[in-house]
């Protein structure tokens, strides 16, 4: 029994390990893309690309996000009864929804395209839209068999399909942009050429997934319920399945759909607020275009760290709350929490100071890098409530308190709808009202998601121990960062900025355990805590734990 357990949490950890590197992956392919298609199609193009990428996100979002869930939930428990038949039928049902789901999902984006390239009243951008409608029936199916894989904790087909996907991107947008470049086609065909390396990428991972689900063997990973007798009774309905999909999908894919729809709208508030104090439609489009290709990816990666915190902290919640123990419950939430601000802050206040640096190292010192940098400086303030929201949702769906999200993303994207509106039609802000919108939507969803936790849970944060102590070493490495980066600047700029990170990573490594801002348990959260926090006490930066 001790050896089964022993797997099944390498199997899940390994999961984790896989997820993340998987996640990291494809936002650091997904930069690595937009710096030469930038360089292609500037920052007009870069805006019919991304207009079609948000539509594209948001359908995604409706279509995928709730139902590979479910799946994954239904399976899993199937599992447990040894029910094999109805685990079988539920993906027969699954794979049959999603093709209908996918089909209705490209017909929308590819019928509907005319109709979006009016609401953003930028012309010609409907191209992109439809190069890109093909993608959500390839990615429907995909999330069927990705949900398949999840029920039996087989994370490693996602991530490996995710990054296929990733790959196809990058080095197929390319080549078709280039192709076109040669051909003289005008700007709108070539970003919509550039876009169609995303669906022939998706469809890639797709065939990936059909490939790796028929040499799949389910019975090698049921090791852990052998001792549940294989039965064909008990097999519900189609009906009854779909009802229990649905009733598990639909709140959570409304919670994930209120952020991506979110983006949509303000794409289109945003280029006509923008147009309505006196820009032209090309000068809208290459601003727009702009800050969502230089700044906005980069504010994207350091969320991307908090996922393996975020995926270890759920089943400690969730054996602490069963078994009734309230303080070990706050503690791993307060834990939890000290991490997020640990990990997210000296990137926030980093990338702040050294905007400029940073964007130019990645784009070029050029006008465009000029233009981005101070969006850049603002939107990353926004990245600690941006990683405290996937934690904080963390906490409320662990409760089964999954609907109170819901509400605080509605909430969100009200803020920053009222306030981008408002904000960017004061002339003198114009496009750095985008910024300052998406700061304050960040902070009235995780500010909503703690009213709920502590009217719900009864738990308040210890804000003193988790922000105070964090922030005043996050700003020592960000000092260190910059005064590091100007010393440094005869050995040229992208190596004195490099440099200077370096440093400021190290200083703020001692800092940290010097202010006593992190302790034992809150890196026992972490993935192979025990074994990191042996590594921190032979370095004498954690005490050693005392027995007794």
């Given amino acids: 029994m001790k050896n089964v357990e ?5 199997r899940f950890f390994g999961g984790v390990i896989a997820l993340t590197i998987g996640n990291l992956f494809v936002k650091v392919v997904g930069l690595v893309l937009k710096i030469p298609l930038h360089n292609i199609l500037g920052d007009a193009g870069m805006a019919y690309y991304n207009n079609a990428y948000d539509i594209y996100a948001w359908l995604f979002t409706i279509a995928t996000t709730g139902l590979p869930t479910a799946v994954a939930m239904l399976i899993s428990e199937n599992r447990v009864k040894g029910n094999r038949k109805e685990t079988k039928k539920i993906f027969r049902i699954t794979m049959a929804l999603f093709i209908i789901i996918g089909i209705a999902g490209m017909s929308v984006m590819l019928f509907g395209a005319p109709f979006f390239e009016k609401a953003y009243k930028i012309d ?20 069927a068999l990705r949900g398949y894989f999840q029920g039996y904790q087989n994370m490693l087909p996602t991530a490996v399909s995710e990054v296929i996907e990733a790959i196809g991107k990058l080095a197929l947008g390319l080549l078709f942009a280039g192709y076109a470049l040669e051909q003289g086609y005008e700007l709108p065909i070539v970003a919509a050429y550039a876009a ?6 998706v469809a890639a991972g797709m065939l990936y997934l059909i490939v790796t689900k028929l040499l799949f063997r389910p019975e090698k990973y049921d090791f852990e319920y052998a001792e549940a007798a294989e039965t064909d009774s008990g097999v519900r309905s189609t009906g009854r399945i779909v009802r229990t999909l649905l009733l598990i999908a639909i709140p959570i894919t409304i919670s994930s759909s209120v952020q991506s729809f979110s983006a949509v709208i303000d794409g289109m508030v945003l280029s006509n607020r923008l147009q309505d104090i006196g820009f032209s439609e090309d000068i809208t489009a290459q601003m727009i275009g702009n800050y969502k290709t230089l700044a906005a990816p980069l504010c994207n990666l350091p969320p991307a760290l908090v996922a393996p915190v975020t995926a270890s902290i759920i089943p400690l919640m969730a054996a602490s709350i069963v078994s009734g123990n309230k303080k070990r419950t706050k503690d791993v939430m307060n834990g939890a929490l000290m991490l997020t601000a640990i990990l997210e802050l000296p990137c926030a206040l980093g990338m702040s100071v050294l905007s400029e640096p940073i964007i130019k190292l990645l784009f070029g010192d050029n006008a465009s890098s000029e233009t981005a940098a101070p969006l850049l400086s603002i939107l990353s303030l926004a990245v600690l409530f941006v990683s405290m929201i996937s934690m904080t949702t963390a906490f409320l769906q662990a409760h089964k308190l999954e609907r109170k999200p819901i509400l605080s993303m509605l909430v969100g994207a009200i803020v920053k709808l009222i306030a981008l509106y408002i904000l960017v039609g004061i002339p003198k802000l114009n496009i750095y009202g985008s910024p300052i919108s998406s700061f304050l939507g960040s902070f009235a969803i995780s500010a909503s998601n703690l009213f709920f936790i502590k009217k719900h849970i009864g738990f308040i944060p210890d804000f003193g121990k988790m922000l ?18 100007r010393l440094l600047g005869f050995v040229g700029r992208d190596a004195a900025l490099l440099l200077s990170i370096a440093i400021a990573a190290v200083v703020y490594f001692f800092v940290i355990f010097l202010f006593r801002a992190l302790t034992r348990e809150d890196v026992l959260l972490l993935p192979k805590g025990a074994k990191i926090c042996s590594i921190l006490e032979r370095m004498h930066l954690l005490k050693k734990e005392q027995n007794g």
């Fill in 6 to 10: 022993s797997r099944r949490r390498s």
């Fill in 124 to 143: 010609n951008s409907a191209y992109c839209m439809m190069a890109v409608a093909p993608t959500l029936f390839f990615i429907c199916v995909a999330s």
């Fill in 196 to 201: 169609f390396g995303l669906t022939v990428g």
């Fill in 468 to 485: 105070i102590r964090p922030f005043a070493a996050s700003v020592i490495c960000a000092l260190t960062a910059l005064f590091s980066f």
